[in-house]
């Protein structure tokens, strides 16, 4: 069974540019999450999509958005993107988001504002 | 809402001696109690979780004991090897309906000498 796959790998913007990253989970979780990794605030919480609804948000700004398709696919957006954006994303995925459905995390997108 | 810390921040353990990282939480409501393994530049991986009605849980040389009173839990690792050497993140989240959202330590970096 194929992991949860993040693309791009590598993303290099500019201040004030927006960008999407994308997340397929794996097949059959229906749950997808995404997570912020810096070295100075560590794993934080973004938001999870369940069945093409968000379900939970994290303390970020509104310029952090996301989206879930019918397949469960899912995409975050982040708008006018700022120097302390750069870091590594994180999307995990899980079969309900509910209990005894852990999270499985893919390889991460890191994004460099410039 | 949910902070969860993690002690130490760093830990140098020779190879087949134990390591013993600690967490504590504030959330009284969390009741489910992962932890991750992040190999440098790799995707986070569970290694082993807890819930809230078990005390301990052990797999091989992995064991996570969890005192709710105290709220705070610990991974344990015996017969440490090189191979262990990592960051290591614990976390914490409480099932609120059908939504799942994890609070992470800041992570511990353990190196394993020979």
């Known amino acids: 069974k194929a992991g949860v796959t993040q693309t791009p790998r590598y993303l290099i913007k500019t201040r004030g540019q927006q960008v999407t990253l994308s997340c397929s989970p794996i097949?059959?979780?229906?749950?997808v999450s995404w997570y912020q990794q810096t070295p100075g605030q560590g794993l934080q919480f973004l938001f999870e999509?369940?069945?093409?609804?968000?379900?939970n948000k994290g303390n970020f700004p509104g310029r952090f958005s996301g989206r879930q398709f019918s397949n469960s696919r899912s995409e975050m957006n982040v708008s006018t993107l700022e120097l302390g954006d750069s870091a590594l994303y994180l999307c995990?995925?899980?079969?309900?988001?509910?209990?005894?459905?852990?999270?499985?995390f893919g390889n991460g997108t890191r994004l460099t504002v410039t | 809402g949910e902070n969860v810390e993690q002690h130490p921040s760093t830990l140098s353990v020779q190879e087949g001696d134990s390591a013993v990282i600690k967490c504590t939480y504030s959330d009284s409501a969390s009741n489910y109690f992962p932890w991750y393994k992040q190999e440098l530049g790799k995707r986070p991986q569970l290694i082993i979780d807890i819930r809230s009605n078990v005390g301990e849980k052990k797999d091989q040389r992995i064991a996570v004991t969890l005192n709710k009173t105290a709220k705070h839990f610990s991974l344990h690792i015996t017969e440490t090897q090189p191979e262990d050497s990592a960051v290591y993140f614990c976390a914490a989240s409480s099932w609120a309906g059908t939504a799942s959202k994890l609070t992470f330590g800041t992570g511990t970096r353990l190196q394993v000498t020979l």
């Open positions: 097949s059959g979780h229906r749950s």
């Open positions: 999509y369940f069945s093409e609804t968000q379900r």
């Open positions: 995990a995925s899980s079969m309900t988001g509910g209990e005894n459905s852990p999270l499985h």
